[in-house]
């Protein structure tokens, strides 16, 4: 089983990629895909088909994986 340092709900700030810079919490940590979710990093726009609860559809903003090597631990 892999261990990382980083945990959900600890403040991280991105070191590398278009985000560079920002802080933000870490949403969800994939040990799978060494990766993390930040709140409000990396997001991307996908389509969204109508449902019952949204009935018009269209775009939804998501957050996408970040790997773990691009993102620092925030010292509190």
Same mark, same amino acid.
Do not use: R, W
């Given at each position: 089983?892999?261990?990382? =340092? ?5 403040? /991280?700030?991105?070191?590398? +990629?278009?985000?560079? +810079?920002?802080?933000?919490? /870490? ?12 709140? +409000?990093? %990396?997001?991307? %726009? ?8 949204? =009935?018009?559809? +269209?775009?939804? *903003? ?6 773990? *090597?691009?993102? =620092?631990?925030?010292?509190?």
């Amino acid at each position: 089983m892999k261990k990382f =340092k980083i945990k959900k709900g600890d403040k /991280v700030t991105i070191i590398a +990629g278009d985000d560079k +810079g920002k802080v933000g919490e /870490v949403l969800q940590v994939l040990t799978k895909k060494d990766a993390v979710i930040v709140a +409000g990093c %990396k997001t991307a %726009k996908k389509a969204v088909k109508p449902t019952e609860e949204n =009935k018009n559809g +269209g775009f939804v *903003s998501k957050e996408m994986p970040i790997h773990i *090597s691009n993102v =620092k631990k925030v010292e509190e």
